[in-house]
């Protein structure tokens, strides 16, 4: 096993870790196996992006580092999801830059294989099969057809490979969601509230996937309201208030932190 | 207290307030109102109708000049030879076209383009009057009405059937679609692939042709109707498919969902489709329907369906269409380049 993957807890939620044993037995040909992963950063530069109803972004500026597991956190219409999505290249900003390793979010063909976004719910045709959906991608992506079966693999989907996204738990659906972003193997991860109204069991087994992913060296940032996984999963919070950024700092400072409390009370 | 029925059925007339559904139940019935209108001819003065001769012809005299004297009931257009007759006919700019008969001495041969046009009607009993006034009782100066579109009622339907199919896949199938794609975000997740705009656009399209083409194939093989010249007929087809594709992707790009997709989409398929079929009925109709983009497409499918014509007499058609899909398709490019109403 790589050094920089730790040994997970949790017992049989530790997926991210099959992959490496999947990957550790010879099945694994994809070119950007774990040991090649490179991570990047995140320049933000006065980065607005307003809605109607004075709702958004104001100008905020921060840089991401290489390996950070960022969690961004505000009351709801702060303007995280904003910021994620603009990062993501789903929105277009208004004013300022989004640069990912020196180059433009807008430059997409330089970008998309860079950053993966799994939105709060999951975008999938949900009228064909997990093996569909991850193919589809897979193709666009021209990423190798063996890589679909190492997704199924980790993200124990091989079960649930021919079942209608439709009809699965909204836990597996999310878990097709980040599988198909993982398609790529992109080093940066963005992940818009990746446990919202899911259960207890599926939460720690995504909680396990972001270690897993962070721990083989990818930039992660995530919104979140649970200060649970906040103190267990980030190394860094920003704190958004009415599209302004007011904190910035380390999980202790910031439940230390006057700001702690009435974001989570909210 | 409500009961639930009553509560329910509220909730769903606010659905239907909140999808626009409703305003298809005010939307049709106020369309078909006034089409019927305008189809409806009774206690209105005939429309004026022109006749086209052919200058080399040797017509009677009598006729002739009967025809020219009864200015308020038709236009009489010299034209050099029947060529240019006809094809002054399928541009609609004579309503008929007397030729001399081949069978019988001093009568004639009226070629029109559909029987039971209104025009046609109008011809016929005008130029009956006139015969009646100018020689009394006699045989009709007309032996004959030839149709350019002939082939029975089948064969006649079949071009409104083809224009039905393409604003079908157009209009209804692909808002539909497309919003689909983009209320559940999918959309988006495509464009987080390597995969650019234009190919995504390129892919609706393609898919919403391939639809159309199939469908059209399938009622040719059914009804065993062919065009005179099918290479150009296909052509026409395509890029009739290809304008209301892209026409469609636009305004599947401007709702927010499903619901609202299918209304626009039916917004806009009724407007394009009866006027079209209905305009050899009523002139105001037909006045109508040349603003529409459907309009160039079921007037050169009837002309291809029914003679043999090149597609360089189909220049304007096919620059109107290849407009209508060209600048369609870039609004889409834009919106979806720009990310606007995309999220």
Known sequence: MPPYIPAMKGGHHGIYHRRIDYCNSGNCNYQTDLATVVPMTIEIHNLTKMYAGSRGLLPISFTVEKGELIAVIGHNGAGKSTLLKTIAGWHLPDSGSVLIDGDPVSDRKKVVRKIGFVPELPSLFDAFSVEYNLTLFARLFRTPSSRIEEVLNEFDLLPFRYSVVRNLSKGLRQRVSIGRTLLADPPILIFDEPTSSLDFDITREIHDMLRGFHASGKTIIFTSHRPDEIRSLATRVIILRKGLLVFDGSPDSYFSSKDAEPIHIS | ?343
């Open chain 2, 1 to 343: 207290m409500m009961p639930p029925l009553i509560t329910l059925t509220l909730n769903d007339l606010a659905i239907a307030v909140k999808n626009k559904s409703v305003l298809l139940i005010i939307f049709i019935p106020f369309f078909v109102f006034i089409s019927l209108k305008l189809v409806d001819q009774s206690g209105r003065n005939l429309p004026k109708a022109t006749v086209g001769v052919v200058r080399s012809e040797a017509y009677a005299p009598g006729m002739i000049r009967a025809m020219k004297a009864a200015g308020t009931l038709m236009t009489l257009l010299p034209v050099t030879d029947e060529a240019e007759g006809m094809q002054r006919l399928r541009d609609k700019k004579i309503d008929g076209l007397l030729l001399h008969s081949a069978l019988t001495r001093d009568r004639f041969v009226l070629v029109v383009q559909k029987k039971e046009a209104v025009q046609t009607l109008v011809i016929i009993e005008s130029i009956a009057t006139l015969q009646q006034v100018v020689e009394g009782k006699g045989s009709s100066w007309i032996s004959e009405v030839r149709a350019t579109e002939d082939g029975g009622i089948g064969k006649q339907l079949l071009p409104t059937w083809i224009l039905m199919l393409v604003l079908l896949v157009g209009f209804i199938v692909m808002p539909a679609q497309v919003a689909e794609e983009k209320e559940k975000k999918v959309l988006l997740s495509l464009l987080q692939t390597p995969m650019g705009e234009i190919e995504w656009l390129g892919a609706k399209i393609a898919s919403g042709m391939i639809l159309s083409a199939v469908a059209i194939a399938t009622l040719h093989l059914l009804s065993q109707d062919k065009p005179e010249n099918i290479l150009n007929y296909v052509l026409f087809i395509l890029l009739g498919c290809f304008c209301f594709c892209s026409y469609g992707i636009f305004l599947g790009l401007l709702c927010q969902n499903q619901a609202s997709a299918r209304t626009l989409g039916v917004i806009f398929y009724l407007p394009h489709l009866l006027p079209c079929a209905l305009a050899d009925y009523s002139p105001q109709l037909s006045a109508y329907s040349r603003f529409l983009p459907s309009y160039y497409l079921i007037e050169p499918v009837k002309a291809l369906l029914f003679t043999n014509f090149s597609m360089s007499h189909f220049t304007p058609e096919l620059l109107y269409l290849s407009a209508v899909g060209v600048i369609t398709m870039t609004f889409s490019y834009l919106l979806i380049k720009k990310r606007w109403l995309l999220s």
